[in-house]
């Protein structure tokens, strides 16, 4: 049974602050990696995806992979109270994707 | 572009009634994906079409089926509800197998009493 793993939080950081969100993986033959956000009563929302080793900035967020270590982050820089939400980590191989439990992140004011 | 649209958003069935649900992807993507999401399991692979053809199916029972049309729009059916099968269902539709971005629908909710 393919694995992954993210803390569960809750995780509460000051407004401003950065987010540091976890996830690590059972399978080495994981190909991709993504990182959804999920509002309260809402659908999960694609944040990023990153596909290689190292960093991948989009605006405030920065994914993180490492392979060898078979762990994938996500950085959130200057923490807003709108990105209050659960993030699940998702990792795919060439057949279909696990899904983490998901973190929840409260940035507050 | 209009998203992933899923129909009925929220349900209120019996135990032993079946239930089918439906997923309209976002036009051009061939892939779609339905997953089961609870608070103790969380999201959980339930099967994946592509082309009328189911690719892959999770660690559900055979109550749980689906189907995809030639317009890629997709349904999925539980027969025999039981009360553990109410859970948000989720859709996901990508642009094909290889493009492994997932796009969801706002789900259909599903309460089993």
């Known amino acids: 049974q393919k694995e992954v793993e993210q803390n569960s939080g809750p995780l509460s950081v000051p407004e401003g602050a950065i987010a540091s969100l976890n996830c690590t993986y059972s399978d080495r033959v994981s190909q991709s990696f993504f990182w959804y956000r999920q509002y309260s009563g809402k659908s999960p929302e694609l944040i990023m995806s990153i596909y290689s080793n190292g960093d991948k900035e989009d605006g405030r967020f920065t994914a993180q992979l490492n392979k060898a270590s078979q762990y994938v982050s996500l950085l959130i820089r200057d923490s807003q109270p709108s990105d209050s939400a659960t993030y699940l980590c998702a990792v795919g191989d060439w057949n279909q994707f696990y899904f983490g439990t998901g973190t929840s992140l409260t940035v507050i004011p | 572009k209009a998203g992933v649209t899923q129909t009925p958003r929220y349900l209120i069935k019996t135990r032993g009634q079946q239930v089918t649900l439906s997923c309209s992807p976002i036009?051009?993507?061939?892939?779609v994906s339905w997953y089961q999401q609870t608070p103790g399991q969380g999201l959980q692979f339930l099967f994946e079409?592509?082309?009328?053809?189911?690719?892959n199916k999770g660690n559900f029972p055979g109550r749980f089926s689906g189907r995809q049309f030639s317009n890629s729009r997709s349904e999925m059916n539980v027969s025999t509800l039981e009360l553990g099968d109410s859970a948000l269902y989720l859709c996901a539709s990508s642009l094909d197998r290889r493009e492994r971005e997932l796009f969801f629908g706002e789900g259909s909710r599903l309460t089993v009493l």
């Open positions: 036009s051009g993507h061939r892939s």
């Open positions: 079409y592509f082309s009328e053809t189911q690719r």
